[in-house]
C-alpha cells in the first residue's frame, strides 16, 4: 500500500505540474536554477560546475551554444573493436546449429559492449545535449538487437543517429530507411513487388512522420498499401550487410500516395510524407514531450511547427524554439517530467560525480529499471513518463541510490585505490589490487541484476547477458560494482556542508533546490547528516522528476 501511494505521488506531482497554464516568459539571463532546469532537460542531471557555468548567462546566446557545441561534438572514446572487424560470416552460410547459436551470442556480446560505450559516453560527455538527442532518435526511430542480430549494423545505425541528431530530418529519415538494421528490423529488406510488405510503410507513416491516422495523421489503408509498393526491392547485401537496391524487385508502376499519383520510389514517397504539414506538427509533439512537458501546448506546437518546415526541416531549430519558448521556462512545467532509467542512472553519476572502474554495470542498471538500450520493447519504443513507474520499478529506482550511498557509508576511505583521470575529465578510480576484489557471489550478483521479468527488453534481459558473459564477465560486473565511490566531503563542500554535521537551514534550501526539481513530499529526520541527508533526499519521490 505505502508502494502505491508513492508510485501515485510521482504521478500527481508530474501531471500536476505539466498539466497547469504556462506563465511566466524567457528569462533575459539564466539564475542557478534556470541554468540548471535548461541543464536538466537538455542533458541529464549536471554537476554544479556545468551549473556555475551558465549562470548569468544571456538565455539565448547559452541555448545556442549549447546546440553549436553539441552539434559540433565529437565521441569521447574509440570506436569499439568489434566495430572495426571484417562483417562475420553470414548467419545462413553457417553449417551448424551449435555454430549459429555461437554467432547470436557473440553478437549479444557485442551488443553490450557497444550499450557500455553508449553509457560511457552519456556519463562523460562534456555536451550531453548530443548524447540526449541520440537517444532521443533511437527511441523514435526504435530498432531492437534481439531481431536485426547484427552488432555492426546497431553499430553504423548508432553513428547515422549520432551524427543527424541536431541535423535536418529529411536527411535522417531517407537514411534511416534505407539503413540496414531498420530495413531487417521492419521486414523491408525481403519486400517485392510480387508481395509488397506493409510493415515499415505502416510504421513510417504513424510513428516516423505523420503520427497516428485517427490522431490527424491524415493518410488512409490505401496510402500504406501504395507506399509499401514504393519501398519495393530496397534490400540489405548479406554478404556485409550494405544497403542495396534490387531494380528488379521494385515496382515500377504508377502509385497514389497522399492525394497524388506518380511513379513514385521509396524516396520520393518520404518526400511526400513530410510535405504534409502533420509531419512536422507530429515531430514537433515528440520534442516537446522530451523536453518541455507531457501535454504539448496545440498552439505552440503549430508556430514552432511552422518554423521547423520553413527552415527545411532543421531539427536545431526545433530544438531552439522549444527551449526558447515559455512554456519552457514555466514554473508550472518544472518537474513535470518522469526521469527515464537512463535520466536516472547517469543522471545521478554524474551530479554526484561517483568514481567507477567500469560502466557496464550502469548499463545493467538501466536495463534492469526497464531501458534496456539497443533493445526497445517494440517498434512504438520506450512509451516513457507514467510507464516508467510501476511497484518493481520504483522500488529498485530507490535501491539504486539507497545502496550507491549506504556503501559510502559504510566503505573504509583508506583502503580506496588512487584515482586517475578519464578524457571527460571524470574521476577513474585505479583498478585495485587482488587483495581487494570482491567476493560478491555470482548468484547474489545474478539476482541483484537479473531481477524481474524475463521480457528479452528490459531487466529479465541482463540474466541472459549475464549468461553471455560467463564467470570472469560477472566478476568484472561483480569488480565494476565494487569500485563505485563517491567523495561525499568533497561533494558537500563545494556547497559549505560538512559530512559530520546537520546542513544548515540555508543549506538544506540549497541542497533541496539542487537534487530536485519540486519541493520534496517527506520530511527529512532532525540531526540527519551528511551522506545520510544526501541519501534521503535521492528517496523521496521528487528525486524521479525533472
Not at 517485392?192 to 495523421?217: C, D, I, W, Y
Not at 537496391?245 to 497522399?258: E, I, M, N, Q, W
Not at 512509451?383 to 557509508?409: C, M, S
Not at 538544506?508 to 551522506?531: D, H, W, Y
Request: proline share 6%; aromatic share 8%; with cysteine.
Amino acid at each position: 500500500m505505502k508502494t502505491i501511494k508513492i508510485i501515485a505521488c510521482c504521478v500527481l506531482l508530474a501531471g500536476a505540474t505539466g498539466l497547469q497554464a504556462a506563465v511566466g516568459g524567457v528569462p533575459a539571463q539564466l539564475s542557478a536554477l534556470q541554468a540548471r532546469h535548461l541543464l536538466v532537460r537538455t542533458g541529464f542531471a549536471p554537476d554544479q560546475a556545468e551549473v556555475d557555468a551558465l549562470t548569468g548567462q544571456d538565455t539565448r546566446q547559452a541555448v545556442s551554444e549549447l546546440i553549436r557545441k553539441a552539434q559540433a561534438a565529437k565521441p569521447l572514446y574509440s570506436v569499439p573493436a568489434f566495430a572495426l572487424q571484417p562483417p562475420p560470416i553470414p548467419y545462413r552460410l553457417l553449417k551448424s546449429k551449435d555454430e549459429q547459436q555461437a554467432m547470436r551470442q557473440q553478437q549479444q556480446r557485442e551488443g553490450l559492449e557497444l550499450k557500455t560505450w553508449w553509457v560511457r559516453e552519456m556519463i562523460e560527455t562534456p555536451t550531453p545535449l548530443a548524447e540526449r538527442m541520440t537517444l532521443f532518435w533511437h527511441n523514435h526511430f526504435a530498432t531492437s538487437q534481439q531481431k536485426v542480430i547484427s552488432s555492426q549494423a546497431m553499430w553504423r545505425q548508432h553513428q547515422l543517429l549520432r551524427a543527424n541528431a541536431l541535423g535536418n530530418f529529411r536527411v535522417l529519415l531517407h537514411a534511416v530507411a534505407k539503413d540496414p538494421a531498420m530495413l531487417v528490423y521492419l521486414d523491408g529488406a525481403n519486400s517485392r513487388k510480387e508481395a509488397p510488405n506493409e510493415n515499415f510503410a505502416r510504421e513510417v507513416m504513424e510513428l516516423f512522420t505523420l503520427g497516428e491516422a485517427s490522431q490527424g495523421g491524415g493518410y488512409t489503408e490505401q496510402d500504406i498499401r501504395e507506399s509499401a509498393r514504393a519501398f519495393t526491392g530496397w534490400s540489405v547485401e548479406r554478404e556485409d550487410f550494405s544497403f542495396r537496391f534490387r531494380p528488379a524487385f521494385h515496382d515500377t508502376g504508377s502509385k497514389t500516395v497522399l492525394g497524388r499519383s506518380g511513379n513514385f520510389d521509396g524516396d520520393a514517397v518520404l518526400d511526400l510524407m513530410l510535405d504534409q504539414p502533420a509531419a512536422a506538427r507530429f515531430i514537433v509533439s515528440k520534442l516537446w514531450k522530451e523536453l518541455v512537458s507531457p501535454v504539448p501546448d496545440a498552439a505552440q506546437v503549430e508556430r514552432i511547427a511552422q518554423r521547423f518546415r520553413q527552415s527545411g526541416y532543421d531539427i536545431s531549430t526545433a530544438v531552439r524554439e522549444l527551449l526558447l519558448g515559455d512554456a519552457f521556462w514555466a514554473e508550472s512545467n518544472r518537474g513535470s517530467l518522469i526521469k527515464s532509467p537512463v535520466d536516472l542512472v547517469v543522471g545521478t553519476v554524474r551530479q554526484f560525480d561517483f568514481s567507477y572502474t567500469d560502466v557496464m554495470p550502469f548499463a545493467l542498471k538501466a536495463a534492469q529499471l526497464g531501458q534496456n538500450l539497443l533493445v526497445p520493447p517494440n517498434v512504438k519504443g520506450w512509451p516513457g513518463q507514467n510507464d516508467w513507474i510501476n511497484a518493481t520499478t520504483l522500488l529498485e529506482r530507490k535501491r539504486f541510490t539507497e545502496q550507491l550511498f549506504r556503501a559510502v557509508e559504510l566503505k573504509n576511505e583508506s583502503k580506496m585505490a588512487p584515482l586517475a583521470m578519464g578524457p571527460g575529465g571524470r574521476r577513474i578510480e585505479a583498478p585495485a589490487p587482488d587483495a581487494m576484489r570482491p567476493a560478491q557471489p555470482i548468484q547474489q550478483l545474478q539476482a541483484e541484476l537479473g531481477a524481474g521479468k524475463a521480457d528479452g527488453a528490459g531487466r529479465g534481459s541482463n540474466r541472459q547477458a549475464l549468461r553471455l558473459l560467463g564467470r570472469d564477465g560477472i566478476m568484472r560486473v561483480a569488480e565494476g560494482m565494487a569500485r563505485i565511490t563517491f567523495d561525499p566531503d568533497r561533494w558537500l563542500a563545494q556547497y559549505g556542508g560538512y559530512t559530520d554535521r546537520e546542513p544548515s537551514d540555508e543549506l538544506k534550501s540549497r541542497l533541496t533546490q539542487t537534487l530536485l526539481a519540486v519541493p520534496p513530499t517527506q520530511t527529512i529526520a532532525v540531526g540527519t547528516v551528511g551522506v545520510a541527508y544526501l541519501r534521503t533526499l535521492t528517496l523521496d519521490p521528487a528525486y524521479q522528476l525533472k
